[in-house]
T-cell receptor, first 113, second 111 residues
């Protein structure tokens, strides 16, 4: 049981480039989330999804887009990368019961230069 | 404006002693709280939760206390072990979803 898988683990982008961060879970969880963590800060919610075909903005959605065509996958798209998007990105999922806690992926460290 | 605060960026404790990690929140609508532990280069892992209908929840060496009137919760680890050395995040939610995370406290347990 792989849990939540994020790819790539590391990436360096140039300003203005685009990329997609991949996230897949094999636990049949309905809820999926994208967070970013900046140094010395807590995790900030970018986007979330409560099921296939349904997505919604979190606290810091600007500069990002998401889609949820299947229960398993929740990719995060960065358009026109900016240095402010340098961060560690975490994907998480949960069955719907908060008492179980989120299952997080191991993260993608992104640097925009 | 941080809704969830962890005012101690770091904490050092001797092995075998108690570790107490604190968390304060400002939103009185928060009614569900989680603690996560994070090792370097890994994602956070869920540790323990508490809802506002309780003031204490225990799981092995880990106990979370909630003081709703003070908008304060704490995580107690007894006894502390070197493997507990990690960053601990407190998270809060008003709906059981879309949690707001604190900035974390780095715990070092010294042998």
């Amino acid at each position: 049981n792989a849990g939540v898988t994020q790819t790539p683990k590391f990436r360096i982008l140039k300003i203005g480039q685009s990329m997609t961060l991949q996230c897949a879970q094999d636990m049949n969880h309905n809820y999926m989330y994208w967070y970013r963590q900046d140094p010395g800060m807590g995790l900030k919610l970018i986007y979330y999804s409560v099921g296939a075909g349904i997505t919604d903005k979190g606290e810091v959605p600007n500069g990002y887009n998401v889609s949820r065509s299947t229960t398993e996958d929740f990719p995060l798209r960065l358009e026109l990368a900016a240095p402010s998007q340098t961060s560690v990105y975490f994907c998480a999922s949960v069955t719907g019961r908060a008492s179980y806690g989120y299952t997080f992926g191991s993260g993608t460290r992104l640097t925009v230069v | 404006d941080q809704q969830v605060k962890q005012n101690s960026p770091s904490l050092s404790v001797q092995e075998g002693r108690i570790s107490i990690l604190n968390c304060d929140y400002t939103n009185s609508m928060f009614d569900y709280f989680l603690w996560y532990k994070k090792y370097p280069a890994e994602g956070p892992t869920f540790l323990i939760s508490i809802s506002s209908i309780k003031d204490k929840n225990e799981d092995g060496r880990f106990t979370v206390f909630l003081n709703k009137s003070a908008k304060h919760l704490s995580l107690h680890i007894v006894p502390s072990q070197p493997g507990d050395s990690a960053v601990y995040f407190c998270a809060a939610s008003a709906s059981g979803q879309n949690f707001v995370f604190g900035p974390g406290t780095r715990l070092s347990v010294l042998p």
